[in-house]
């Protein structure tokens, strides 16, 4: 961010360098709450990837699966591995059913943390443009 420059007018120069000092304290403490909310935001994408590498995980598990039932119904043998297939099915979609509410939680809070960041840092220098 730019420094503000000071007018060189003595009868405002006293109140220019006050309002300066508030400024710079003011920034010191947006930088502070800036830099909790990138720490935030940084937990948030942490938090998302763990998901995605669950959901990954999941997705190699019902493909394992689904391999497994094309052999089976291949030998004409669904009938000994149904409550099995159907076990796994059940605590897999319980898996992706859980992870996706977490992963959409995770990714509200993510959007909410980025939307506050542009906001402090883009508008907020927008505004000192104009």
Do not use: C, P
Not at 15 to 38: C, F, H, M, P, Q
Not at 39 to 44: A, G, K, T
Not at 60 to 69: F, K, N, V, Y
């Amino acid at each position: 961010m730019g420094q503000l420059t000071v007018n060189e007018q003595s009868t405002v120069a006293g109140l220019t360098t006050k309002n300066n000092s508030l400024d710079s304290k003011e920034g010191s403490y947006e930088k502070s709450n800036l830099r909790e909310i990138v720490y935030e935001l940084d937990e948030e994408i942490g938090e998302i990837g763990a998901k995605v590498a669950t959901l990954e995980d999941v997705e190699i598990l019902l493909g394992r699966l689904m391999e497994d039932m094309d052999r089976v119904v291949g030998k004409g043998e669904e009938n000994f591995y149904f409550h099995e297939f159907h076990r796994k099915l059940r605590v897999y979609w319980r898996l992706i059913n859980h992870t996706m509410n977490e992963l959409n939680k995770d990714y509200e809070k993510a959007a909410e943390l980025k939307e506050e960041i542009f906001n402090k840092v883009v508008k907020k220098n927008g505004e000192k443009r104009q």
